[in-house]
């Protein structure tokens, strides 16, 4: 069975400094997507950054990194210069490929301090 | 851009009452999601539908049913409503299902039942 695993249920990070977010995954399926979300207090949860695990090069959008290690089912998220407004919980998700669902991790809640 | 529209925001009904929640996905979109986050949890995948026709199933109670529309919206109708279905539920759209669609989450409706 399919499984994410986000072993930090909180993190603090300075701001302008770097932080990592852990996220493990379980799948018997060779081709699958990865996700990962931002859930601000506010509620809503907005798409950050995919990678497929055809992809040989890690991906990057903007502040975000995905550190993809197959052989490790690891895909973890880097957010470079951190913001307050990094501020929130963040979720890993993997779907598989021609499948409709989509599970989440439990989360990582990130405090930026000024 | 246009989003995911979902309505109502907010919610609030009684033990045993019905209700029923809306999506609009993004246009051109033909696939739709619906998740529910209870409090402090992480979204649980409940049912999708692609092209108008369910396409998985997840952790959806025999009290909810849903479909999708001719024009794609799609409505999660719960009767018998119970304390425990207060969450926040989630509709998001993509298109198509392959890993590399990117499920685009709406703001939320958020329920409370009293």
């Known amino acids: 069975a399919q499984k994410i695993t986000q072993t930090q249920p909180g993190m603090f990070v300075q701001e302008k400094e770097a932080v990592t977010l852990d996220c493990t995954y379980d799948?018997?399926?060779?081709?699958?997507?990865l996700f990962w979300y931002k859930q601000p207090s506010s509620g809503e949860m907005i798409f950050l950054i995919y990678?497929?695990?055809?992809?040989?090069q890690n991906a990057t959008e903007g502040r975000y990194s995905l550190n993809f290690q197959k052989a490790r089912k690891s895909a973890n998220l880097v957010i470079s210069a951190s913001q307050l407004g990094d501020s929130a919980m963040y979720f890993c998700a993997m779907g598989e490929t021609g499948g409709f669902k989509t599970i989440f991790g439990a989360g990582t809640r990130l405090f930026v301090k000024a | 851009a246009a989003g995911v529209i979902q309505s109502p925001r907010h919610l609030i009904k009684e033990k045993r009452e019905t209700a029923t929640l809306k999506c609009y996905p993004i246009?051109?979109?033909?696939?739709v999601y619906w998740y529910q986050q209870g409090p402090g949890q992480d979204p649980q995948f409940l049912i999708s539908f692609y092209e108008k026709m369910q396409s998985d199933k997840g952790s959806i109670p025999d009290r909810f049913s849903a479909q999708q529309f001719s024009d794609y919206h799609s409505e999660l109708n719960m009767s018998s409503l119970e304390l425990g279905d207060s969450a926040l539920y989630f509709c998001?759209?993509?298109?198509?299902?392959?890993?590399?669609?990117?499920?685009?989450f709406g703001p939320g409706t958020r329920l409370l039942v009293l």
């Open positions: 246009p051109r979109h033909d696939t």
């Open positions: 799948t018997s399926d060779q081709s699958y997507g």
């Open positions: 998001a759209s993509s298109l198509g299902t392959t890993p590399g669609e990117t499920q685009y």
């Open positions: 990678q497929g695990s055809y992809d040989e």
